[in-house]
C-alpha cells in the first residue's frame, strides 16, 4: 500500500504562515500527482491544490490563489504546500492525498479521482 503522512500543522495567528508537508513511503512513484484538501467543521472535504510529480504543473483552488505554493521533492517522495498570509476562514484538517491523473490531466481537483489518503494534520488560524 500506499501511506501518506502529513506534517506540519499548528496554530497561526492571521496573516501568518504555515509549511505543510506530505511524505510518501511503499508503492509511490514520481508519477503520481499529488493534492492537498481541507475540510472545516461542519463543510464539504474542499479541494487547495494539485501537483504533478512528472510535469511540475499546479493548480490551486480560487480561494487560496496567490497565498498557498504546493511544491514536490521526488528524491524525498514529499510534497509541500506552503501558506503564506492565512486567514481564520483556512482554519481546517488538512489532506494531502495520491492519484493518477486523467490524460491529457495532469493535475486533479476531484477527491474521487485520488486513491491514496494521508490521516490529516490540523491547522488553526486565529483571529
Known amino acids: 500500500q500506499v501511506q501518506l503522512v502529513e506534517s506540519g500543522g499548528g496554530l497561526v495567528q492571521a496573516g501568518g504562515s504555515l509549511r505543510l508537508s506530505c511524505a510518501a513511503s511503499?508503492?509511490?512513484?514520481?508519477?503520481?500527482?499529488m493534492g492537498w484538501f481541507r475540510q472545516a467543521p461542519g463543510k464539504e472535504r474542499e479541494f487547495v491544490a494539485s501537483?504533478?510529480?512528472?510535469?511540475?504543473?499546479?493548480y490551486y483552488a480560487d480561494s487560496v490563489k496567490g497565498r498557498f505554493t504546493s511544491s514536490r521533492d521526488n528524491a524525498k517522495n514529499t510534497v509541500y504546500l506552503q501558506m503564506n498570509n492565512l486567514k481564520p476562514d483556512d482554519t481546517a484538517v488538512y489532506y494531502c492525498?495520491?492519484?493518477?491523473?486523467?490524460?491529457?490531466?495532469?493535475?486533479?481537483?476531484?477527491?474521487?479521482?485520488?486513491?491514496?489518503w494521508g490521516q490529516g494534520t490540523q491547522v488553526t488560524v486565529s483571529s
Open positions: 511503499g508503492r509511490t512513484f514520481s508519477s503520481y500527482t
Open positions: 492525498a495520491a492519484g493518477f491523473p486523467a490524460p491529457p490531466m495532469a493535475v486533479i481537483t476531484n477527491l474521487r479521482d485520488y486513491d491514496y
Open positions: 501537483i504533478s510529480w512528472n510535469g511540475g504543473v499546479t
